[in-house]
Every structure is written in C-alpha cells, then in structure tokens.
Nanobody
C-alpha cells in the first residue's frame, strides 16, 4: 500500500526555519517526481515546488525561491522541504504527493496540474506568527 506521511511542522516566529519531511512507503521513490503543496485556510491549494526523479533537480515557485529548498534521499524514501526565513504568509498545511505521469518536474507551472499527483499525505501544519 502506497502511503506518504508528512512531518516536521510547527508554530514558529517570522524568520525562523523548519524542515519538513515526506516519508514514502510502498513505492520506489526514485521512479517519481515528488511535489510539495500547501493550503491556507480559505485559499486554494497551491504548488510550492517539486523534485525530479533520478537527479533530484528542483523547481520552486517565486514566492519561496531563495528561502525554501527541496531535496530527496531515495535510499531513505524521503523528500525534504527546508524552509528558511519563514513569513506569516507561509502559514498553511503542507502536503507532498507523487506525480504518476512524470519522472521529471514539468516546471513550476506543472504544479497546477494537480490531477497528475496522487497519494496525498495527511499534511503537516506550519504556523508562522509573532
């Protein structure tokens, strides 16, 4: 059974850092592009970034570029989202999911194609406030 589990969220002050983890089981992580998404209350789910299979290259949306980084450890079946310089607008539930159609990310615009992704985790809450 395929399952993704997100962890590492919490409540922090602006400027703080968090490292989220997405642990995958039931599939070979290296076969899939993995996306990070987030959803704030009352807002649509939006893409944050993705990491491609094989080489682990990443794409990030402009709002987090320079602050967030994505990495993967295929041996540990885990994808990470390192979040630095957190802002209140980063407050959201963060999710990871596998792209069933691509092994490489299709740019940040491809994150809007949510239908390509499956096995969404339960999400982990990130709250940034003073």
């Amino acid at each position: 059974q395929v399952q993704f589990v997100e962890s590492g969220g919490g409540s922090v002050q602006p400027g703080s850092s968090l490292r989220l983890a997405c642990a995958a089981s039931g599939l070979t992580l290296n076969d899939y592009a993995i996306g990070w998404f987030r959803q704030a209350p009352g807002k649509e789910r939006e893409g944050v970034g993705c990491t491609s299979a094989s080489d682990g290259s990443t794409d990030l949306v402009d709002s987090v570029k320079g602050r967030f980084t994505i990495s993967r450890d295929n041996a540990k079946s885990t994808v990470y989202l390192q979040m630095n310089s957190l802002r209140p607008e980063d407050t959201a539930i963060y999710y990871c999911a596998a792209n069933l159609m691509r092994r490489r990310c299709n740019g940040v615009n491809g994150l809007a194609l949510a239908y390509e992704y499956a096995y969404w985790g339960q999400g982990t809450q990130v709250t940034v406030s003073s």
